[in-house]
């Protein structure tokens, strides 16, 4: 069997990503195509309790160490427990955030430096990446806006981080999407959902092989 796609979602807070993976996984599956869809941190028994490390407000501020170790903790569990398990079994996987979080918040953001976090990537986690990230852009202030206005939830520690830190994060995704375009499709996530998807749709086209509609 075909080992399935490994596609990421990847974009600063209240760019929209919950209802983008949504209408991929929809569309995907109109294909034809078993999708699991999953997230970060998360996405396992263990990630979930560190997830509540990483964001809860009762942590009160982290080392930018600590945050990226429990960061690269849950992901282990995630790719060797569910990502590969998924794939090699010809499913389309699709995470809502993953390595490029790690580059843009705890690297480009707090500090780390970026290379170093790539390199533990490569050591640790067999250098695996996804064949396709869609990274959403929204300037760092709407988004903001969106995400704590939205009535969605309460705001996490790291949404809570103020807006010098959100411009970071969105400045380390640019240069991360220069840096590999052919794996990056960017789309500006204002706007009518239906139309981003389609936009996400056509860039993803041509980065991974989806079955013909009329099938
Ligand atoms: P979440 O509630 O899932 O936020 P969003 O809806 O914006 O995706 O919280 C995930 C938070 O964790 C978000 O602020 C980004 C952060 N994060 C990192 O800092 N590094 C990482 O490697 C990952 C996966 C997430």
Redesign the pocket.
């Given at each position: 069997m075909t080992p399935g796609s490994f596609i990421t979602f990847e974009?600063?807070?209240?760019?929209g990503?919950?209802t983008q993976i949504a209408l991929l996984r929809d569309f995907l599956a109109s294909r034809g195509l078993e999708v699991v869809t999953t997230?970060?941190?998360?996405g396992t028994a263990a990630g979930d309790r560190i997830?509540s490390v990483?964001?809860g407000n009762e942590m009160g501020s982290l080392e930018p160490e600590t945050?990226?170790f429990l960061?690269l903790a849950?992901?282990t569990e995630h790719l060797r427990k569910v990502i590969l398990p998924a794939m090699n079994q010809g499913k389309t996987v699709i995470c809502?955030?993953?390595?490029d979080?790690?580059m843009?918040?705890?690297g480009f953001?707090?500090g780390i430096d970026p290379q170093k976090i790539r390199e533990i990537h490569a050591q640790f986690l067999p250098g695996f990446l996804p064949q396709c990230t869609v990274l959403l852009q929204i300037a760092p202030d709407q988004g903001l806006e969106r995400?704590r206005h939205g009535g969605r939830?309460q705001h996490?520690r790291?949404?809570s981080e103020d807006l010098a830190f959100h411009r970071r994060v969105y400045d380390g995704y640019n240069t991360l999407a220069q840096q590999e375009p052919e794996r990056f499709v960017l789309v500006h996530a204002e706007g009518d959902p239906l139309q981003i998807s389609e936009r996400i749709i056509e860039g993803l086209t041509k980065r991974i092989s989806i079955p013909d509609g009329d099938k």
């Open positions: 974009g600063p807070e209240g760019s990503k919950t997230r970060e941190p998360g997830r990483l964001l945050e990226l960061m849950q992901r809502d955030r993953y390595f979080s790690s843009a918040y705890q953001a707090r995400a939830k996490d790291i949404e």
